[in-house]
């Protein structure tokens, strides 16, 4: 299928009537329950407030957990920089147990997945239900942002991926969640990438945090040098699809003096840009993504259905979520002249918008050609976010409750040493 092929659209739907059509609440307040792509609301209030309850003591006891584990571990940074990487790796495997389990507790559903044949065989369907990536170590991922859960869901790419990568995923953030209580202590150990949108300003940060990630490092077992795995996520929209985001990329395309796609937003290439011409030469990939969910209108926006309280609380996920999977060598990418990248990215835009055309049109996007997806269902993984194992997210606790036990035992020792002593 050529682009011109894939950009061709049918005429637009006739839209659903927006506004406050029922007396609902928050993200509810633009549709109707009947409008709802997951349908009505499956919980009365007090199961709904059960539910805040208890992912809110989960969410926070894992979080403070997972901190108090990085605070343990920080020393290393002055005594050996790759055991502190390795230790916060874990850390990081800990917080993607973490949503995974969340999500599958509070917000099941269905991962529908395919990708055209530069992934062949590495999508697999495993025979307890789940899917297995194959892909590298290292690499850049890029995707189009929907919602402002899309990372949660890229997240468990990384933890299904074998080997894992869910220790080893970098995203680019804006600055100011580095300051949320916990949490953004827990993304600065991270070494997650904060921007403030000055490119003056974040241009000497993202130097230093993407020279951190090209480091080559000695093995001692064999003096050999190696690179640490990195999935570094980047969504070059710069915030998720909405009606304000829908304006800015419209008047930014009449500026440029582009098209303005349909589904997706114009992507801005200047971020991406730097980090590719840093880290040519360490990494070989770049992945592309494609992300929908299933049941939002035409002309319509994910955050106006799935909230927080629609997916958690009121039991009205997302049906599925679908990925279209690509991937660019890194050689292959005009990297010699940033206009010409601009172009380079803008067509793929273009490409991934023809691809959302297709799935508002048929709720798919296309099959996987038979070698691109083994043992997958016509073309397509369906699988959904979830563990291998039911008590893997116990890997959280582990650390703090190591210490925690040494500590309550080296008291009573010294307890009883003193009531000798006395």
């Known amino acids: 299928m050529t682009t011109s092929e894939l950009r061709q659209r049918p005429q637009p739907q006739e839209e659903l009537p927006t506004g406050n059509l029922g007396g609902l609440s928050g993200a509810e307040d633009v549709v109707a329950d009947k409008y709802h792509p997951s349908g009505k609301v499956s919980h009365g209030w007090w ?14 006891a894992g979080c403070c957990s997972i901190v108090l584990t990085q605070l343990i571990g920080a020393p290393l940074y002055f005594i050996n920089r790759d055991l502190y990487d390795s230790y916060m790796a874990l850390t990081k495997q800990s917080f ?48 189009n942002h929907q919602i402002y859960t899309d990372w949660l869901y890229l997240w468990w790419v990384g933890y299904a991926n ?71 996520l980047l969504f070059p929209e710069g915030t998720n699809a909405s009606g304000n985001g829908r304006v800015k990329s419209a008047r930014w395309a009449d500026k440029i003096g582009v098209t303005d796609p349909q589904h997706v937003l114009l992507p801005r290439s200047t971020g991406m840009y730097f980090c590719l011409t840093e880290l040519k030469g360490t990494v070989d990939w770049v992945y592309d993504c494609t992300v929908a969910y299933e049941g939002i209108p035409r002309g319509k926006f994910g955050e106006e259905y799935f909230s ?56 798919r996007f296309p099959a996987s050609p038979g070698e691109a997806v083994t043992k997958g269902k016509e073309g397509f993984v369906e699988t959904e976010v979830r563990t291998r194992y039911p008590w893997e997210f116990l890997q959280i606790f582990t650390v703090v409750g190591a210490v925690g036990l040494v500590a309550n035992v080296v008291l009573k020792l010294w307890a009883r040493l003193v009531a000798v002593v006395s």
Do not use: C
């Open 162 to 232: 074998r080997p894992h990568a869910h220790g080893y995923l970098y995203i680019i953030l804006k600055e100011s969640l580095k300051y949320i209580p916990v949490m953004g202590q827990g993304m600065m150990f991270y070494g997650f990438i904060f921007m403030s949108r000055k490119m003056s300003v974040d241009r000497p940060r993202m130097a230093h945090r993407l020279a951190r990630l090209k480091t080559r490092h000695t093995s001692p077992r064999d003096g050999g040098k190696y690179l640490n795995p990195m999935w570094l």
């Open 96 to 143: 993607g147990l973490m949503i995974t389990t969340m999500t599958h507790w509070w917000g099941p559903t269905t991962i529908r997945i395919s990708g055209d044949a530069s992934v062949a065989d590495q999508i697999r369907q495993t025979p307890d239900g789940l899917v297995e990536f194959s892909f590298p170590e290292r690499l850049v991922m890029v995707a």
């Open 308 to 363: 927080l309280s629609s997916t958690y609380f009121q039991g009205r996920p997302p049906k599925s979520v679908n990925f279209y999977w690509r991937r660019f060598r890194v050689d292959d990418i005009p990297l010699q002249d940033a206009e010409a990248f601009e172009v380079w990215l803008r067509e793929r835009w273009y490409e991934k918008d023809a691809l959302m055309e297709q799935y508002v049109a048929t709720g």
């Open 47 to 60: 199961i709904q407030a059960l539910r805040v309850v208890a992912l809110a003591v989960y969410f926070t």
